[in-house]
């Protein structure tokens, strides 16, 4: 999380020597960016076009002034797609009279016989009451047989399906019951439908982001700002975070990972963060907030003792601090955390170089993509060949070895730089004396 590198406290002498012998070191950058006779006056002369499909910062040179009346389509916009008209509500269907009613079923017609019906003329001859006084008596008679067929159908028809007092009527459900109980106990055992994830290891030696191949590069030109004010310095990383974040937002969408812009705030003196109070020391990367710390004392000295070196300096070290962001979205840095939970003091310290020494190859893995186009030739070159084989453990105050010897921090800049892929920075999978 820290950038120890030469020039920390006692070493600036040695910088100041490495800078005063390229020729354009005395070259100082122009906070406004009007000089053409900068070093690293390197900003475009024409605005490029925004990229649809990718980040982009709001009015930045990188990706040029929003398109008047037209939405942004950065992935991270938290504006919503236009609502699609929609037609008119299904209302219920109204039919015509004499048709449906208000649930859809037909209405009856009005009745066209009467109840009783029309009287009929009696037969000649009178009426016969004691005929009709049989019919009458059979009549009831049917009636009451039927009732009486009818009630001991329905008895029989009860007792069949159990409301008697018949003994086999109550055990009959109780069979297949303690059957079917017994067939759901067994069957969540063996058929846990939850796919297992990735544990810890797996994570962070086979990464799907060690999958994708070599990044894309963002074709960002260096910013061109000073660190000789606050603002200019802040100004410089909010032009250098939208570069970083086009390349690794690709990467991160090649390999099916999750990606958020991370914060860059530049600081004076002290301020607080979520994880504890930054000391203008060296540079920091928060994973809680996402944030990365650079504090504005560091930069500015350097720049008034070399300024072609602060120039390399500054790149590197927010290169390696986004490379801690990669490692918090890709899962790689909470599973290092956790494997170290369980580890003696001196695995934890190897796990910490392993951690720090990726996020150091990820982040020349982006300047490495980018060289042609910032560019990273000539005089900025050499001093950063410089910085990477100064930087490390070695240099550290306290000396605590969690970061890696120069040896070390070397190999792995180099490494990310020519081979421009993530593959290249497993140091999980690397032998200890590689990490060392």
């Given amino acids: 999380m820290r950038d120890d590198s030469a020039g920390d406290g006692d070493s600036q002498d040695e910088s100041s020597e490495a800078g005063s012998g390229q020729s354009g070191a005395g070259q100082g950058w122009s906070a406004t960016g009007q000089s053409s006779s900068s070093a690293w006056q390197a900003a475009p002369s024409q605005p490029q076009q925004r990229d649809q499909n990718g980040p982009h910062s709001e009015g930045s040179y990188l990706w040029g002034p929003p398109n008047q009346g037209q939405e942004p389509s950065s992935p991270w916009s938290n504006a919503l797609p236009p609502q699609q008209q929609s037609g008119p509500r299904h209302a219920a269907s109204q039919g015509g009279p004499g048709q449906t009613g208000p649930m859809g079923q037909p209405v009856q017609q009005a009745p066209t016989w009467q109840y009783p019906p029309i009287p009929i003329p009696q037969p000649p001859g009178g009426r016969r009451r004691k005929k009709k006084k049989a019919s009458r008596n059979l009549l009831i008679g049917l009636v009451v047989l039927a009732v009486l067929v009818v009630g001991s159908g329905i008895t029989l028809l009860v007792r069949s399906v159990g409301g008697g007092d018949d003994p086999q009527a109550k055990d009959s459900p109780t069979a297949p019951v303690s059957e079917s109980s017994s067939s759901p106990s067994a069957s969540p055992s063996p058929t846990p439908t939850a796919p297992r994830g990735p544990t810890a ?43 970083l974040n086009r390349t690794w937002w690709l990467a991160m969408k090649k390999a099916n990972l999750p990606f958020r812009n991370p914060k860059a705030v530049v600081y004076v003196g002290k301020t607080p963060s ?7 020391v ?28 602060a120039r390399a300096v500054m790149l590197n070290t927010f290169a390696h601090e986004y490379g801690h962001h990669v490692q918090k979205l890709s899962g790689i840095l909470a599973s290092s955390m956790s494997r170290q939970q369980s580890m003696t003091p001196n695995q934890k310290l190897l796990e910490s170089r392993r951690r720090e020494l990726q996020a150091t190859c990820l982040g020349a893995v982006y300047l490495g993509a980018n060289a042609a186009f910032t560019p990273m030739n ?24 969690d970061h890696g010897n120069r040896v070390s921090n070397y190999q792995w800049s180099i490494t990310g730089f020519n081979g421009k892929k993530p593959d290249a920075c497993n140091t999980f999978t690397a032998a200890d004396v590689r990490v060392n």
């Fill in 282 to 309: 060296r540079a920091a990367y928060c994973a809680a907030n996402e944030t990365i710390y650079l504090p504005f004392a560091v930069d500015n000295g350097y720049y008034k003792t070399n300024p072609v070196y």
């Fill in 274 to 280: 979520p994880c504890g109070i930054q000391r203008s």
């Fill in 201 to 243: 290891d797996e994570v962070v030696k086979g990464s799907a982001l060690y999958k994708i191949g070599p990044v894309a590069a963002s074709k960002c030109a260096e910013p061109p700002f000073a660190p000789v004010t606050v603002a200019a310095a802040q100004q410089y990383y909010n032009r250098l975070l939208p570069c």
């Fill in 378 to 401: 000539g005089p900025l070159l050499a001093n950063w060949k410089f910085l990477i084989s100064h930087s490390g453990d070695d240099y550290a105050r306290p000396r605590v070895h």
